[in-house]
Each structure stands twice: as structure tokens, then as C-alpha cells.
Antibody
């Protein structure tokens, strides 16, 4: 059974940093691209970033480019999202999902990031 | 990066069929057969319902189907059931090698 478990969310001040993790199990993690998607409270889904199976391709949404960094550790079956210079508009539930840009076949339950002073 | 355009809401009675449209451009929906659809119930994670325009993952009811014409994709749900009431999002690959979602459609089963 595929499982994706996000962690690392919490309260952070504007301008601060946070690193999200997503622990994967139930599939060969190193063979699949992975993606981060976020959802602001009461709003729709927003594609954030993806990473290829080897980590060599890492596209970003314009809204986070230069501030967020996606990475993965295939030896630990873990996906990461380093978020710097956080803004109020980054407040959202962050989901990790199995798959790349084409489609996302499994999703975690999400971790909430709150940006507030 | 503009989102794909979906109607804010649609509704239908049990047993009826409804369709949800998803309009993009030739740089996303119209240019690639990488349109997917997701169902999200309140407080839950999204679930993949259709991928690559018209393919259903294992376990998804055949009451759900997808299609595309030009820059517009559609999700059709036939034989509406109460449990289909949810938010639905389309997504597409974009020529900038990024992904994009639609704004979401709230389906109400009357």
C-alpha cells in the first residue's frame, strides 16, 4: 500500500524558513517523480514544484521560484521542500504526491503551514 | 501563471449526468494529452479520477469519463450519486515544464 506522510508544518513568522518532509512507502520511491501541491484555506489547488526520479529536473511555480527548493533522498525514501522568505500568501496545506507533472496518483494527507507574526 | 478555467459550481439530481469543463490554451490543455482530474471531499486529500485525458485508474468507477476538444477538457459523471458531491479539479502539463490546476468546481447533488 502506497503511503505518503508529510511533516514539518507549523507556525512561522513572515520572512522565516521551514522545511517540509514527505516519507514514502509502499512503492519503489527512487523510480518515480514526486510533486508538492498546496491549498490555501478555502481555496483551490496550486501546483508548487516537482522533482524527477533522479533529482535532476526540478521545475517550480513562478510564485515560489527562488524561495523554495525541492529535493529528495532516495536512500531514505523521503521528499523535501525547503521554504525560505515565507510570505502570508504561502500559508496553506502542503501535499506531497507521487508522480510528476503528467498526473498524481497518490497523495498524502497534507501538512499545514501558517505564516503569521 | 494563470489557472485553467472551470465553472465555480455545477449541480445535478441523482441518476443524472453532468459535465465539468476545463479551459486552457494551446500551451497546456490544447497542446498535450496530459489532462488529469481530481476529486476532493471536504477535509480530505485529492484523489485521482482521470489521467491523460480519458484514462481511469484502477478502482475508479466507470461512471467517470474524460474527453478533450481543442483547448477544453471535460469530465463527465453519469448516474450521479450522493457520494459524488465534492470539489473537482482539472490539471494539465504546461509548455513551461510546469503543472497547472483549474480553479475547482463544486459539484452539488440535489
Amino acid at each position: 500500500e502506497v503511503q505518503l506522510l508529510e511533516s514539518g508544518g507549523g507556525l512561522v513568522q513572515p520572512g522565516g524558513s521551514l522545511r517540509l518532509s514527505c516519507a514514502a512507502s509502499g512503492f519503489r520511491f527512487s523510480s518515480y517523480a514526486m510533486t508538492w501541491v498546496r491549498q490555501a484555506p478555502g481555496k483551490g489547488l496550486e501546483w508548487v514544484s516537482a522533482i524527477s526520479a533522479t533529482g535532476g529536473d526540478t521545475p517550480y511555480a513562478d510564485s515560489v521560484k527562488g524561495r523554495f527548493t525541492i529535493s529528495r533522498d532516495n536512500s531514505r525514501n523521503t521528499l523535501y521542500l525547503q521554504m525560505n522568505s515565507l510570505r502570508a500568501e504561502d500559508m496553506a496545506v502542503y501535499y506531497c504526491a507521487k508522480g510528476g507533472i503528467r498526473f498524481l496518483d497518490y497523495w498524502g494527507q497534507g501538512t499545514l503551514v501558517t505564516v503569521s507574526s | 501563471q494563470s489557472a485553467l478555467t472551470q465553472p465555480a459550481s455545477v449541480s445535478g439530481s441523482p441518476g443524472q449526468s453532468i459535465s465539468i469543463s476545463c479551459t486552457g490554451t494551446s500551451s497546456d490543455v490544447g497542446g498535450y494529452n496530459f489532462v488529469s482530474w481530481y476529486q476532493q471531499h471536504p477535509g480530505k486529500a485529492p484523489k485521482l479520477m482521470i489521467y491523460e485525458v480519458n484514462n481511469r485508474p484502477s478502482g475508479v468507477s466507470n461512471r467517470f469519463s474524460g474527453s478533450k476538444s481543442g483547448n477544453t477538457a471535460s469530465l463527465t459523471i453519469s448516474g450521479l450519486r450522493a457520494e459524488d458531491e465534492a470539489d473537482y479539479y482539472c490539471s494539465s502539463y504546461r509548455s513551461t515544464n510546469t503543472g497547472v490546476f483549474g480553479g475547482g468546481t463544486k459539484l452539488t447533488v440535489l
